[in-house]
Nanobody
Framework: QVTLVESGGGLVQTGGSLTLSCAAS????????MGWFRQAPGKERELVAA????????YYSDSVKGRCTISRDSAKITVYLQLKSLRPEDTAVYSC????????????????WGQGTQVTVSS
């Protein structure tokens, strides 16, 4: 069993930056690839970024590439998502997820989900 808890969401103006955190627990968590999804009202869920268990593979969606960095602490307990140059279209609930593999974090069907944290980007 893996438990994921997100934090760091909030309100930011267009062009600003925000860093989200995902605290993971479970004795097998270090074996999982980790990623971040987002879902805006009325839109489908989108995989934003993911990082493999080995840290050798990193994925970013085209919509955030160049504006986003996903990282892990050395113990692979906390996963971070750094967003910059934020736009109103980045407004969404961001959820971290764990899966046994990348790419696309097991095709959008990860093994574990966090509860999500709201990011709102004002115009």
């Amino acid at each position: 069993q893996v438990t994921l808890v997100e934090s760091g969401g909030g309100l930011v103006q267009t062009g600003g930056s925000l860093t989200l955190s995902c605290a993971a627990s479970g004795r097998t968590i270090s074996e999982y690839a980790m990623g971040w999804f987002r879902q805006a009202p009325g839109k489908e869920r989108e995989l934003v970024a993911a990082k493999s268990w080995s840290d050798l593979i990193t994925y970013y969606s085209d919509s955030v590439k160049g504006r986003c960095t996903i990282s892990r602490d050395s113990a692979k307990i906390t996963v971070y998502l750094q967003l910059k140059s934020l736009r109103p279209e980045d407004t969404a609930v961001y959820s971290c997820a764990a899966a046994r593999g990348v790419p696309e974090l097991r095709n959008g069907r990860p093994d574990y989900w966090g509860q999500g944290t709201q990011v709102t980007v004002s115009s």
